[in-house]
C-alpha cells in the first residue's frame, strides 16, 4: 500500500522513481542526523516531496526531534538489545511502498542495520524492485576521522 500520509503515493502504482537514502555510520555524534535532516528539507523545499524520514536510532533519536519532518520512529528494542528481526516492518516498507525514504541510522544500530541488510541480500533486492539506493556515510577529520574511516571501509567493503 502506497503511504499518501506524507505526500509519497504514486498513482499509477510505478515504484520504479523511489528512491532509499541511509544515513550510516558506526561513530556517534559524527552528524548523521544532521544529514537526513538536510536531506529530508532538500527534498522538501527544492525539490516539491515530502520524504518519508525514519528514525532508527533507539538511544538518540535525534531526527524524530524534527517534528517540521514527520519523522517515524522504528521501534528496534527488545528485552535491553537490538531485535534484528524489527528491521523486516522497515524492508517491507521499502519494497511496497513508493516515493523517498530517508532512514537515520545510530551509532548503537549500524552494525546490526548493516548486517541485517548483508545477511538478507537487501540492497540487491531493493535494486531488483526497481528502488535506487543511496548509502551517506559521514567523514570527520580530528580525532574520529579513524572510526568513521573504519565505518566508511564496512561499506565500501561489502557494496557493490
Not at 37 to 57: M, N, P, T
Not at 84 to 91: E, S, V
Amino acid at each position: 500500500m502506497a503511504n499518501s500520509r506524507n505526500g509519497n503515493s504514486n498513482p499509477a502504482g510505478d515504484l520504479a522513481g523511489t528512491t532509499v537514502h541511509l544515513s550510516l555510520q558506526g561513530k556517534g555524534g559524527v552528524g548523521k542526523s544532521l544529514v537526513a535532516s538536510l536531506l529530508a528539507q532538500y527534498f522538501r523545499h527544492r525539490k516539491g516531496i515530502a520524504a518519508r524520514c525514519i528514525d532508527a536510532d533507539p538511544v538518540n533519536q535525534t531526527l524524530a526531534q524534527y517534528n517540521e519532518l514527520g519523522a517515524e520512529r522504528l521501534d528496534l528494542m527488545r528485552e535491553g538489545s537490538v531485535d534484528q528481526r524489527a528491521f523486516d516492518g522497515l524492508m517491507e516498507s521499502l519494497l511496497t511502498e513508493s516515493g523517498t525514504f530517508i532512514v537515520d541510522n545510530g551509532a548503537s544500530t549500524f552494525i546490526p542495520l548493516w548486517n541485517y541488510m548483508l545477511e538478507n541480500n537487501a540492497v540487491a533486492l531493493l535494486k531488483s524492485s526497481g528502488r535506487r539506493i543511496f548509502l551517506h556515510c559521514v567523514l570527520t577529520g580530528g580525532q574520529a576521522l579513524a572510526d568513521t574511516l573504519s565505518g566508511f571501509a564496512r561499506l565500501a567493503q561489502t557494496t557493490g
